[in-house]
Nanobody
């Protein structure tokens, strides 16, 4: 059971990136997917979540209107489209899966995590 993030990198403020989260060893379609980020010296923050069917999404206020979470269960992959990036968005971004059909809002319920991908936003 493994999640692998990709798509991170360096971008200037106002730019965009799309992160991908691909599962191996299990199928994602029964799992809710969350995206989290951890900036240097700060606690990990949950920023987006999508239900197993894709019908329900939730966002943190800090990214609402700029980030979009989506999934393609046929490709066993979830995505995070990040637009209008800000320097405070510099962090390691993680995807995680929880084995329920809806977003619980509880970080501890996510039991499978990727290794993270670095996003750096310069001003």
């Amino acid at each position: 059971v493994q999640l692998v993030e990709s798509g991170g990198g360096s971008v200037q403020a106002g730019g965009s990136l799309r992160l991908s989260c691909t599962a191996s060893g299990f199928t994602l379609d029964r799992y809710t997917i969350g995206w989290f980020r951890q900036a240097p010296g700060k606690e990990r923050e949950g920023i987006a979540c999508i239900s197993s069917s894709g019908g329900g999404t939730h966002y943190a206020d800090s990214v609402q209107g700029r980030f979009t979470i989506s999934r393609d269960n046929a490709k066993n992959t979830a995505y995070l489209q990040m637009n209008s990036l800000k320097p405070e968005g510099t962090a390691v971004y993680y995807c995680a899966a929880e084995s329920i059909s809806f977003c619980s809002g509880v970080e501890g319920d996510f039991d499978s995590w990727g290794q993270g991908t670095q996003v750096t936003v310069s001003s």
